[in-house]
C-alpha cells in the first residue's frame, strides 16, 4: 500500500466547476481538501484529462501486454492525461483477451506509478464491421454471448465499440450495459434507422452510450442520408468522441458537434505508440505505420490512429473558438462521467487530486495523479 500523500497547496487561476476561470488555491493530498478563491495571477490549473480511447505512446502498446500498458500510461500522464482507458486492436480473439487481462493484471497492481490511473479498458474491436475497420486489422469477429462472457470475465471492460449492424450486436450490448460498460457506436455501415433504434434500446437498458471517433470509419452526412454521424448528433443523450488533431476532423466539423451535443462532446488522443517519439517508422496492430508531419498512415495511405497527446488537443480546441473552460470540460468532466467515474473530473473538494498546471500558452508544467506529481 502506498503512503500517503502530504497535503499540498497549488495557487494560480482555477477552472471552477461552475464553468468560470478565476483565482484560487487548491489545498490536496490525495483528494481534494478545499478549493478558496484566490488573487490574481499564476498558472492555469486544471482537472487532470480523461481519455477514454488510447491505443499507446512513448513506444507501448496495450497489446503488448504490462509493460506497453504502463508505458503509455507513463506517456499521456506527462501531457496532462491522468486517467485513461488502454484500448484494444481488432486482432485474433486470444491476443485481445490477453490484453484486456494484462489490464486487469495492471489495475490489481495498483496502477502505474507515474503514469494515468487506469479504471479498465476499452473494447474497440473486433466487434465491428469489416467493411468499415478503417486502421483496424481484418480479424472482426461476432460478438456471440461466449465471447462477451469471455471479455466480461477479465473484469477490465469498460468501454465498448460495437458496430450495430453486426449479427449479435444487439444482445451484446444489452449484456455490457447489464455490466455497466459504457456502448459505443463505431466502425459500421448502418443506417441512421439501425442507430437510432440500437441507441434507444441501450438507454432503455440503463447505459451510456457515444459515438467512438465521431466521423472516422463511420461514413458522413447528407440532407437525405443522415448516416450513423447524423443519428448520433440527433440523439440527446450520446456522448461523442472527437480526435481534434486536425487531421482526423476538420474544425468546422467539431464545432457542428459542440453546436450538435453540448455537454457532451469529449476529446479523445486514439493514439498509437508512436505518440510522443516524433516521425519515423512504427507499428499499429502488426501494420506497418509511417509517421510524417503529425500524420500516422497505413502503406496505402489510410489514417492510421494519431499521435495526439490530449494537451495538443486542448490548444486545438482553444483554438477552434472554444473556450478554455468549455474546452477543460470536454478534456474531464464529460468524459468522466460517460464512464460514471463520479470521483474525479472537476476541481471540487472530496474528488481526487488529480490536476493539470499549464503555462499562458497551454503548455504542461506540472500533472499531479492521485495527489503525487508525475515527473516530466
Excluded: K, Y
Aim: glycine fraction near 14%; charged fraction near 20%; proline fraction near 7%.
Amino acid at each position: 500500500m502506498p503512503a500517503s500523500s502530504p497535503a499540498q497547496t497549488l495557487s494560480g487561476r482555477l477552472v471552477w466547476p461552475d464553468g468560470t476561470l478565476r483565482p484560487g488555491h487548491l489545498h490536496f493530498s490525495e483528494r481534494l481538501l478545499r478549493v478558496e478563491p484566490g488573487e490574481e495571477g499564476g498558472p492555469l490549473i486544471l482537472p487532470g484529462f480523461v481519455d477514454t480511447h488510447v491505443h499507446g505512446g512513448g513506444g507501448g502498446d496495450t497489446m503488448d501486454g504490462p509493460e506497453g500498458i504502463r508505458t503509455l500510461a507513463r506517456l499521456h500522464a506527462r501531457h496532462g492525461t491522468t486517467t485513461l482507458l488502454p484500448t484494444t486492436m481488432t486482432n485474433p480473439w486470444p491476443d485481445v483477451l490477453a490484453a484486456l487481462w494484462s489490464v486487469r493484471e495492471v489495475m490489481d497492481a495498483g496502477g502505474v506509478p507515474g503514469g494515468a490511473d487506469i479504471p479498465g479498458a476499452h473494447l474497440e474491436g473486433p466487434f465491428i464491421s469489416p467493411q468499415r475497420l478503417g486502421a483496424q486489422p481484418p480479424c472482426t469477429l461476432l460478438p456471440t454471448p461466449e465471447r462477451v462472457a469471455e471479455a466480461l470475465g477479465t473484469g477490465a471492460v469498460r468501454a465498448v465499440t460495437l458496430a450495430p449492424e453486426v449479427e449479435g450486436a444487439l444482445g451484446a450490448a444489452l449484456t455490457f450495459a447489464r455490466a455497466g460498460v459504457r456502448i459505443g457506436v463505431g466502425h459500421t455501415r448502418a443506417d441512421a434507422e439501425t442507430v437510432t433504434a440500437f441507441l434507444a434500446q441501450v438507454h432503455a437498458a440503463g447505459a451510456q452510450s457515444c459515438a467512438t471517433h465521431l466521423f472516422n470509419a463511420m461514413g458522413g452526412i447528407e440532407g437525405r442520408v443522415p448516416g450513423v454521424p447524423g443519428a448520433l448528433l440527433a440523439d440527446p443523450h450520446a456522448f461523442q468522441e472527437v480526435i481534434l488533431d486536425l487531421i482526423h476532423v476538420h474544425p468546422t466539423s467539431f464545432r457542428l458537434a459542440c453546436a450538435a451535443a453540448p455537454g457532451r462532446v469529449m476529446l479523445v488522443s486514439d493514439a498509437m505508440r508512436a505518440a510522443g517519439l516524433g516521425d519515423g517508422e512504427s507499428e499499429l496492430g502488426g501494420q506497418r505505420v509511417t509517421v510524417r508531419g503529425g500524420e500516422a498512415r497505413l502503406e496505402g495511405g489510410s489514417l492510421a490512429g494519431s499521435v495526439l497527446t490530449l494537451d495538443a488537443a486542448l490548444r486545438h480546441a482553444v483554438g477552434a473558438g472554444v473556450s478554455l473552460p468549455d474546452a477543460s470540460r470536454m478534456l474531464s468532466a464529460v468524459p468522466a462521467r460517460s464512464l460514471g467515474l463520479r470521483d474525479r473530473g472537476e476541481l471540487r473538494p472530496g474528488l481526487r487530486a488529480d490536476l493539470v498546471v499549464l503555462d499562458d500558452d497551454l503548455r504542461v508544467e506540472r500533472v499531479f495523479v492521485g495527489g503525487r506529481e508525475v515527473g516530466r
